[in-house]
């Protein structure tokens, strides 16, 4: 698919590894073909997900993953129009507010008590960067103090033995940004 936007990703260069072009072209592809026709088989949040294999002469991650939150910002804004012709605007900054509510909640938990913690002996997300991002998510969603999708989506965290449980971490950042796409 020379034609496909990906084609002016940059390969990466040397030993390192990028994203597989097959499968960005085929994803991109897909998500284009999705948007235009206005179908609901690709939304943001599987744009959100979207994961590719690593191999040399791949494209740029940082490049394809900038892409990406383009796409996701823009299904989420279609889906965000969608709604609220369905629903109404009512509706939808009621969804929305409860969405918020839920993950003010759970970030307001007492820190180191926020997720639930892998075993011991296996490794989660470290706790105290975490709960520092927890913080700032929960000033956001209260007071709306500076926050950005692009720096929730870039969140990363180490890793430490007995840490949190990375699926419910990445869930509730994953509500994060819908919630921040869902006000626009």
């Known amino acids: 698919m020379n034609d496909t936007p990906s084609a002016a990703f940059p390969a990466v260069s040397g030993r390192r590894k990028g994203y597989d072009p097959a499968a960005v072209d085929s994803f991109l592809g897909a998500a284009r073909t999705a948007f235009e026709s206005e179908s609901a088989e690709v939304t943001s949040a599987q744009v959100r997900a979207a994961g590719f294999p690593l191999v040399r002469e791949g494209y740029e991650p940082a490049a394809v993953d900038a892409a990406l939150a383009r796409i996701e910002d823009a299904f989420a804004k279609r889906e965000r129009a969608d709604a ?11 969804a929305s507010r409860t969405l918020a509510q839920e993950v003010l909640d759970r970030l307001s938990r007492p820190k180191r008590k926020k997720f639930q913690r892998v075993s011991v002996l296996r490794f989660g997300y470290r706790i105290d960067e975490v709960d520092l991002v927890a913080g700032r998510i929960a000033r956001y969603l209260e007071n709306g103090e500076g926050l950005s999708v692009e720096q929730v989506r870039g969140v990363a965290f180490r890793m430490q033995l007995g840490g949190y449980d ?8 994953d509500a994060v940004v819908d919630v921040m796409l869902a006000v626009g």
């Open 84 to 94: 609220m012709s369905r629903r109404g605007a009512r509706a939808w900054v009621g």
């Open 166 to 173: 990375e699926a419910q971490v990445d869930a509730v950042l």
